[in-house]
């Protein structure tokens, strides 16, 4: 490993304000390292789908630090933080987020073409042929099931071949036998491409395929440990 990819430095975010505000992280210390597979897990409420966001630029700490590949996000404004989702860091969401009038070979290339990729249908088409979806390039979002959609979310968050790879619940809306085959994609990309990968989840067995866990609980990180340890002791 070539050492840390994702470093956060006493991160606090707190939503609202004056009584009614409510810290949703409250210090978080992390560090991942260069091709890691990390899983956030807790109860719900307890901040690790929000911590997920503030490594993805979405999310503004409230205090603290967040470096990505060294540089500090937390100070970039919004087109730069958009940029650097657009090649370094790829997100899978639960809802699958796919634009409705476009295909799935569309709804895969048009963000390459808008970074500005010369051969983004090209590129489109090979991530989509490699999750399995080389016959549905032409089909719309409605016309394909929830694991083909979870799919081409994923070949759109691989397309731009990212260092970092953030996924939110990516099996929460799916039965599982489709869960499984989106799992075994995202840790495959892990594996052969050497992403890093940082995933929520409230599956113990997904959690435990991870090389490291980390427990969150009221905003704060409660122990981490390698996934295997921490799945046995449960």
Do not use: W, Y
């Amino acid at each position: 490993m070539a050492g840390p990819v994702i470093v956060c430095e006493d991160l606090r975010i707190r939503l609202g304000s004056g009584a009614v505000a409510v810290e949703v992280l409250r210090g978080i210390d992390l560090s991942v390292e260069a091709g890691e597979s990390l899983s956030l897990t807790g109860p719900s409420g307890s901040g690790k789908s929000t911590l997920l966001m503030a490594l993805a630029g979405l999310e503004r700490p409230t205090s603290g630090r967040i470096h990505i590949d060294g540089t500090d996000i937390t100070a970039m404004g919004e087109d730069a933080l958009a940029r650097l989702r657009g090649t370094a860091i790829g997100i899978v969401f639960q809802s699958f987020h796919l634009i409705p009038s476009m295909t799935a070979l569309e709804n895969v290339a048009v963000p390459l073409e808008l970074a500005g990729q010369a051969d983004a249908f090209a590129r489109a088409e090979e991530e989509l042929r490699a999750v399995g979806l080389g016959d549905r390039l032409d089909h719309h979002p409605a016309e394909l099931s929830g694991g083909e959609q979870q799919r081409v979310a994923i070949a759109r968050a691989l397309s731009p071949n990212p260092s970092i790879l953030l996924a939110d619940e990516p099996s929460g809306n799916l039965d599982a036998g489709n869960g499984a085959l989106v799992a075994d994609l995202l840790f495959r990309a892990n594996a052969e491409r050497q992403m890093t990968l940082v995933l929520v989840t409230h599956d113990a067995t997904l959690a435990a395929r991870c090389g490291r866990a980390v427990r969150l609980g009221s905003g704060r990180i409660l122990d981490e440990m390698p996934a295997e340890s921490r799945i046995a002791a449960q």
